[in-house]
């Protein structure tokens, strides 16, 4: 019943936001804001949520994880209804700002009630049911919002969020309220510090972190600019809202195999793989001069970043302390929000300088580039979690 619980809030949260995520900087576009102002109110969404996110874990470690899902159902949806109710630039930075935290405090919670009803053995299966059902909001979102925003008005499809934002706040209630000495436990490696900083020795989290980082900003830096490109191609706003909901959609599909392929290549080829096969899509985005080329280019760009989410977040898991979980999944969002400041600011300059193709040159070399950086890496870690898996029973 809880798992349950948990993927349907976590469906509906994220197609509430999804919903508004592609229209954002073409409503921004249309209020008059540069390439510069696209990359700062995307990073906007990531500002406060990067000092926020451990301490939100820690609240959910103090009071129960009932609590802050009920916050961030409530934050999301009332940060939603700002740009409907005053449509303007500062309405869109404050709503952003409000569906970041907001974001934070669900996801933390999410993760932390899914983390403590799995085992060992079945945390990575279940993380990647729930990232294959945030993969279908995604999917559900791009294309509802599409379609308000180019019958009617973005400002409607803001609103028709707000009603989305009803049912997760709704289901939040029905979350167990377990505080942290009252969660089961399964053995996690017994680091005692006072600081989440001292999990980051270990080479596996190291990796997880970075690995996440880098696939989170890569969609969010295509969520952010290829609606305008499109747009200046003179594709509508529902083709937009589709091709990027066929990443979603990729997303799921690749999900469902996740699990027998890390058993089959393990995990460090199958990340290398994905991150791989992202750079390329991002690099020949610009090659491509039609809506159907830019699905396929979505789609297989969406079956390289479905990887390193629900791998990252299982390992980040059982990494962790017993009683402070919901801490270092903090930490976790945390990288996730630095690159998510850093990277809109930096493309945005990238964009204003070089044009728009240069976001997607300069953000697949950056993925290409990372994915060598990290293959020698990511080769040790498949080893490290096939011995830990032979001899220890344990999911990574």
């Known amino acids: 019943m809880t798992i349950r619980v948990i993927l349907a809030i976590a469906l509906c949260f994220h197609t509430m936001v999804n919903l508004t995520r592609p229209l954002i900087t073409l409503y921004a576009s249309d209020l008059g804001a540069d390439a510069l102002e696209v990359g700062l109110l995307t990073a906007s969404y990531a500002i406060i949520p990067l000092v926020f996110a451990i301490r939100a874990g820690k609240l959910a470690d103090l009071v129960g994880d009932r609590l802050p899902i009920i916050l961030g159902s409530l934050g999301a949806t009332v940060g939603l209804a700002l740009p409907y109710l005053f449509p303007s630039m500062a309405a869109l930075y404050v709503s952003q700002g409000m569906v970041g935290i907001s974001h934070v405090l669900i996801t933390i919670s999410l993760q932390n009630v899914l983390g403590h009803a799995a085992t060992k053995q079945t945390r990575d299966h279940v993380f990647g049911i729930f990232s294959m059902f945030v993969a279908i909001g995604a999917f559900i979102g791009p294309v509802i919002g599409g379609y308000v925003a180019e019958h009617f008005s ?47 020795r270990l080479p596996l989290l190291r990796k997880a972190l970075a690995s996440s980082a880098l696939v989170l900003y890569s969609r969010d830096i295509f969520v952010a600019y290829f609606p305008l490109y499109a747009s200046g191609l003179g594709i509508s706003a529902s083709a937009i809202g589709w091709i990027i909901a066929v990443q979603g959609l990729a997303m799921v599909f690749v999900r469902l195999l996740l699990g027998r392929m890390t058993a089959r290549f393990g995990r460090g080829r199958v990340l290398l793989a994905s991150i791989v096969l992202a750079g390329i899509s991002f690099l020949a985005v610009p090659l491509a001069g039609n809506a159907y080329l830019f699905g396929l280019l979505s789609a297989l760009m969406g079956l390289g970043l479905g990887c390193g989410q629900p791998l990252s977040m299982s390992t980040t898991y059982n990494a962790s302390p017993k009683s402070r979980t919901g801490e270092v999944l903090g930490l976790r969002l945390a990288s996730n929000r630095l690159s998510q400041l850093i990277a809109p600011l930096f493309f945005g300059m990238v964009g204003s300088g070089g044009g728009l193709i240069s976001v997607f040159y300069v953000s697949g070399a950056f993925l290409l580039g990372g994915a060598l950086l990290t293959r020698s890496r990511a080769e040790e870690a498949t080893e490290t979690g096939l011995k830990m898996g032979t001899n220890k029973g344990r999911s990574l």
């Open 154 to 200: 973005y400002s409607l499809a803001f609103l028709t969020a707000v009603f989305v934002g009803i049912l997760p706040f709704g289901l939040a209630f029905l979350v167990p309220a377990l505080r942290s000495g009252e969660k089961p436990s399964d053995s996690p490696p017994p680091l005692p510090a006072s600081s989440p900083l001292q999990l980051l």
